[in-house]
């Protein structure tokens, strides 16, 4: 065998080794730990619904930039005692999640699901370096549609700037990452320095809570409209709980709420201290699985008219 045909059959098993250890993995009894997370995944990649979904949405608030989009007001309760004269007066915003808001990141939990995982930070971080999570269906269009309309998009995601992954040349890989990722889809602002905000990218944005960083957006802008998966992209949840008849009105006309089967806050409210430092993933698993199952209803609640 010549030097030239032994080096290009390595590179062509080279090629070939993801997909033999998947069909080894789905040719072995499918892994306990994450199957939860299989049909929340497949819904969001199979489903024709979600992906209907996904574009009921976006062509939602498409329509909604000529009306309630444009009207004076702003979307953010962190504007809500703002002198009118003095937001309308500011250039304005769209702020959006990114993860299941604009990409799609259902290719990374069907990988965990896979080998029996379940999220963790460097499983995480890898897939983001590959910056290849595709569009959710009709973000582009939207987003795009509001550039054009004169908004300024802000992406404000919980993917983090840890210490720990910095290097010499590269103070938060993970931003890096994530602009060279919106980019390849040709997002509005994707190459401006402050349209994209990270967890922990500066000290007082240390928390998942996004209302530190609407604060700093709503300083010089007036944010119109909010897009996210989580009722947390837009309200803390105690908030919403509060005063969810004042603000409802905002759902479908300056907020835009996409589904996510896969996780979120709804999810870590009823799983919240079922694991410990001590527990082996095994046992976590069993015990986050049995806190789900408690957490079922039964029967719906006494004179109620909705399913809630």
């Given at each position: 065998?010549?030097h030239?045909?032994?080096?290009?059959?390595?590179?062509?098993?080279?090629?070939?080794?993801?997909?033999?250890?998947?069909?080894s993995?789905?040719?072995?009894?499918?892994?306990?730990?994450?199957?939860?997370?299989?049909?929340?995944?497949?819904?969001m990649?199979?489903?024709t619904?979600?992906?209907?979904?996904?574009?009921?949405?976006?062509?939602?608030?498409?329509?909604?930039?000529?009306?309630?989009?444009?009207?004076p007001?702003?979307?953010?309760l962190?504007q809500q005692?703002?002198?009118?004269?003095?937001l309308?007066?500011?250039p304005?915003?769209?702020?959006?999640?990114?993860?299941e808001?604009?990409?799609?990141?259902?290719?990374?939990?069907a990988?965990?699901?896979?080998l029996?995982?379940?999220?963790?930070?460097?499983?995480w971080?890898?897939?983001?370096?590959?910056?290849s999570?595709?569009?959710?269906?009709?973000?582009?269009?939207?987003?795009?549609?509001?550039?054009?309309?004169?908004?300024k998009i802000f992406y404000?995601?919980?993917r983090?700037?840890?210490?720990?992954?910095a290097k010499?040349?590269?103070?938060?890989?993970?931003?890096?990452a994530?602009?060279r990722?919106?980019?390849?889809?040709?997002?509005?602002?994707?190459?401006?320095?402050?349209?994209?905000?990270l967890?922990?990218?500066r000290?007082?944005?240390?928390?998942?809570?996004?209302?530190?960083?609407?604060?700093?957006?709503?300083?010089?802008?007036?944010?119109?409209?909010?897009?996210?998966?989580?009722?947390?992209?837009?309200?803390?949840?105690?908030?919403?709980?509060?005063?969810?008849?004042?603000?409802a009105?905002?759902?479908?006309?300056?907020?835009?709420?996409?589904?996510?089967?896969?996780?979120?806050?709804?999810?870590?409210?009823i799983?919240a201290?079922?694991?410990?430092?001590?527990?082996?993933?095994?046992?976590?698993a069993?015990?986050t699985?049995?806190?789900?199952y408690?957490?079922?209803?039964?029967?719906?609640?006494?004179?109620?008219?909705?399913?809630?």
């Amino acid at each position: 065998m010549t030097h030239v045909s032994r080096a290009v059959l390595i590179r062509s098993l080279i090629l070939l080794l993801p997909i033999v250890s998947t069909a080894s993995a789905i040719a072995a009894e499918p892994p306990v730990i994450g199957r939860e997370q299989v049909n929340a995944t497949l819904w969001m990649q199979r489903s024709t619904e979600y992906e209907i979904s996904a574009l009921q949405v976006y062509r939602l608030a498409t329509e909604r930039l000529a009306t309630t989009i444009a009207a004076p007001g702003s979307a953010a309760l962190e504007q809500q005692n703002v002198d009118t004269k003095k937001l309308a007066a500011m250039p304005t915003a769209i702020v959006v999640d990114l993860d299941e808001t604009v990409l799609d990141n259902s290719f990374y939990q069907a990988r965990r699901a896979l080998l029996g995982g379940e999220y963790d930070e460097p499983s995480w971080q890898a897939w983001m370096r590959e910056a290849s999570a595709p569009a959710i269906a009709g973000s582009v269009e939207f987003l795009q549609a509001a550039s054009r309309a004169g908004h300024k998009i802000f992406y404000v995601t919980n993917r983090e700037c840890r210490p720990i992954d910095a290097k010499p040349d590269d103070a938060c890989p993970a931003r890096t990452a994530t602009l060279r990722n919106l980019q390849a889809l040709n997002l509005p602002n994707a190459a401006d320095r402050d349209a994209l905000s990270l967890r922990r990218e500066r000290p007082e944005w240390e928390s998942s809570d996004k209302t530190v960083r609407r604060k700093w957006i709503a300083a010089t802008h007036r944010i119109v409209a909010l897009v996210g998966d989580d009722l947390r992209d837009f309200v803390d949840r105690p908030v919403y709980a509060a005063r969810a008849d004042e603000l409802a009105p905002l759902l479908g006309t300056r907020w835009f709420l996409l589904p996510n089967s896969m996780y979120g806050s709804w999810e870590r409210a009823i799983t919240a201290g079922a694991c410990t430092s001590g527990m082996s993933a095994a046992e976590c698993a069993t015990t986050t699985t049995r806190k789900r199952y408690e957490a079922l209803k039964l029967e719906p609640s006494a004179g109620a008219a909705t399913s809630r």
